[in-house]
């Protein structure tokens, strides 16, 4: 099974960008996976599907702020010109043979 | 708009059971799976389970195999999940979830529990 693996926090400047990574584990580089925000005390929201050559889609709303990129087993998430509503717990997830995983999550915190 | 509302959490002592539910509303609910997604206490999110469109399919994770069962009635736009043998582990807010290819329109969750 795939393991996703995610920094455990981070921080960036209202008005700046930050880039968020999840990484693949060995074997599983090529996989597709998809980005959700989770702001404090609320469910957790579809961001974007994000696929190995770097191609994503969003989900239905998500500010164009959002984008996706990858590189190798690495995928990104990128927001630009933070907010402070952005201050939130990013989580990327995964499958593989009928079993869905997702990574421990970012917490990331506007300055 | 895609709504999921989730009920059916509350306090349940070790060993006992709970059956949630989640109603849909503003899509097709026949043609979708479904999915139950949990977050413990502080932690981050884990895959429950997950239903095809008609029911034949359903997938577990691991931890409550034998012990969970998800189901759904389409006539009634509904997703289910009877959770027997409860154990504080299980502890959690549990979320409905819709699948197109990926989790895409999430509940906002009902809380569940397991205490003595």
């Known amino acids: 099974q795939p393991v996703l693996t995610q920094s455990s926090s981070a921080s960036a400047s209202l008005g700046s960008s930050v880039q968020l990574t999840c990484t693949l584990s060995s074997g599983h580089s090529s996989y597709i996976i998809a980005w959700h925000q989770q702001q404090p005390g609320k469910a957790p929201r579809y961001l974007m599907k994000?696929?190995?050559?770097?191609?994503?889609n969003k989900g239905s709303g998500v500010p164009d702020r959002f984008s996706g990129s990858s590189s190798g087993a690495d995928r990104y998430l990128t927001i630009s010109n933070l907010q402070s509503e952005d201050e939130a717990d990013y989580y990327c997830e995964t499958w593989d043979s009928n079993t869905w995983v997702f990574g421990g999550g970012t917490k990331l915190t506007v300055l | 708009e895609v709504q999921l509302v989730e009920s059916g959490g509350g306090l349940v002592q070790p060993g006992g059971s709970l059956r949630l539910s989640c109603a849909a509303s503003?899509?097709?609910?026949?043609?979708?799976?479904m999915s139950w997604v949990r977050q413990a206490p502080g932690k981050g999110l884990e895959w429950v389970a997950n239903?095809?469109?008609?029911?034949?399919?359903?997938y577990y994770v691991d931890s409550v195999k034998g012990r969970f069962t998800i189901s759904r009635d389409n006539a009634k736009n509904s997703l289910y999940l009877q959770m027997n043998s409860l154990r504080a582990e299980d502890t959690a807010v549990y979320y409905c979830?819709?699948?197109?290819?990926?989790?895409?329109?999430w509940g906002q969750g009902t809380l569940v529990t397991v205490s003595s």
């Open positions: 979830a819709r699948e197109d290819a990926w989790r895409d329109y």
């Open positions: 503003g899509f097709t609910f026949s043609g979708y799976w």
């Open positions: 994000l696929e190995g050559s770097g191609s994503y």
């Open positions: 239903i095809k469109q008609d029911g034949s399919e359903k």
